[in-house]
């Protein structure tokens, strides 16, 4: 079976929308800065955006507040730059919803199970405050990395709109944003914005098979740090 090709569903989509002269409203969950430069560019042109930070599976608290704040400077200098108002939002810093989410999935390797869980969750939120703010379409940032499951994102995507057909206004969006180098240009923009970029994808799970058993902490004491 031949796979979708997710990114050109999405220029297409652009596309009418461009000789429609129609910019809906469109909700974008960023799991990063970083990974949110090559998304704006490529949606702002589009869309009227709102981004989200959600993000409770960061460890520790001082790495969420270092990538929350990256978010936060891109995006005033993207609006200065290019004369667009996208609009920021900060969601609730949970971990101990994202632990009782993946319980039991601490062994899963990266792009298995237990981040499957953590897509979902992200997607949840992003869903719920595309509702709130009357938002026409939402997705994510997730699928400009070439570590995450793009597959599984636009799976989850699909399912949550299925699941909320008769009470949700908002429509996921589907993307393959690392496609025509969209990873390696959103590195470039990274740089080019002089915002900070992790060296871990961002849960405690990774972060101890980044750093080792230096890395590990109880779920007791992780809002402690």
């Given amino acids: 079976m031949q796979k979708r090709n997710y990114q050109a569903e999405l220029e297409q989509l652009m596309e009418q929308l461009a000789q429609e002269g ?25 869309f009227a955006i709102t981004v989200l930070f959600y993000n409770p599976n960061i460890h520790p608290r001082k790495e969420y507040d270092k990538r929350c704040k990256a978010q936060a400077d891109f995006i005033a200098a993207f609006n200065d730059r290019h004369q667009h108002d996208v609009q920021f939002v900060e969601g609730k810093y949970d971990p101990r919803r994202f632990f009782e989410a993946t319980q039991g999935l601490g062994d899963e390797p990266e792009k298995g199970k237990r981040c499957e869980v953590c897509y979902e969750l992200r997607l949840q939120e992003a869903k719920k ?43 996921f969006l589907h993307s393959d944003f690392k496609k025509k180098n969209g990873f390696r240009e959103s590195v470039e923009l990274a740089k080019e914005y002089g915002l900070y970029r992790q060296n871990y994808c961002g849960c405690i799970y990774s972060y101890t098979s980044r750093f080792g058993a230096m890395g590990k902490l109880s779920k007791e004491n992780i809002e402690k740090n």
């Fill in 22 to 46: 129609r910019r809906p409203t469109l909700l974008v969950h960023a799991c990063c800065g970083p990974c949110n430069t090559k998304v704006l560019d490529t949606l702002a042109k589009a």
């Fill in 129 to 171: 405050f595309a509702d709130e703010l009357g938002c026409e379409y939402y997705t994510t940032s997730l699928t400009v990395s070439p570590y995450k499951n793009t597959e599984a994102v636009n799976r989850i995507g699909d399912e949550l709109d299925a699941e909320a057909l008769s009470t949700s206004q908002a429509k």
